[in-house]
Structures are given as C-alpha cells and as structure tokens.
C-alpha cells in the first residue's frame, strides 16, 4: 500500500512563502503526473498543481505565478514553492497522483494557514 507524507505546511502572514514536501512510499518513476490538492473548510477537495515526469506542469488560474510544483524522482517526493501567499491559500494540502484512473489513500495531508 503506497503512503503519502505531506510536510512543510504552518501559519504564515499573507504574502509570506512556504514549501510544502509530500514523501511516497514507492518509486514514482512510474507515475507519470504527481498534483497537490487542498480542502479547505467547508469545501471540497480541488486541484492545485500537477507536474509530469517530463517536467510539464500545469496550475489552477488561482495559484498561476504564486505556486511551483516540482519533484525528485531520485527521492520519491514532490514538491509545492508556494509565495506570495493569500488567505483565500489557507487549506489543507495533500499530494497524489493526477490524470489517472484511480488515487492513493489520501494522506494526513499539512494545514497552510494564512494570516491576513
């Protein structure tokens, strides 16, 4: 069973930065597109950023010029640079799999909270 670990969340002051990890419990050599997810309260989970082996990457409009989604496929993990951070950011967040037939078990997720 493939675990998730996602790490690097906190409570910043809007336009503050903060890097998100999120480890797999696999090789994700395999899995072409990895994305970041978050929830926030109340709402459902969306998609964030998605990234391919190759390196495309793909952004939500909201997170477009703010976020960077990279990954080490030598570590099995994957990254999110997220700047200038806005309150509207506060969310859990939570990496996976992207484009595909199915998902891993959702990991624990790392709640971003942004201060206004």
């Known amino acids: 069973q493939v675990q998730l670990v996602e790490s690097g969340g906190g409570l910043v002051q809007a336009g503050g930065s903060l890097r998100l990890s999120c480890a797999v419990s696999?090789?994700?050599?395999?899995?072409?597109?990895m994305g970041w997810y978050r929830q926030a309260p109340g709402k459902q989970r969306q998609w964030v950023a998605t990234?391919?082996?190759?390196?495309?990457?793909n952004y939500a409009d909201s997170v477009k010029g703010r976020f960077t989604i990279s990954r080490d496929n030598a570590k099995n993990a994957v990254y999110l640079q997220m700047n200038s951070l806005k309150p509207e950011d506060t969310a859990v967040y939570y990496c996976?799999?992207?484009?595909?037939?199915?998902?891993?078990?959702w990991g624990q997720g790392t709640q971003v909270t942004v201060s206004s």
């Open positions: 996976n799999r992207a484009l595909s037939s199915y998902y891993y078990d």
């Open positions: 696999k090789s994700i050599l395999s899995i072409n597109t």
């Open positions: 990234i391919t082996n190759g390196g495309s990457t």
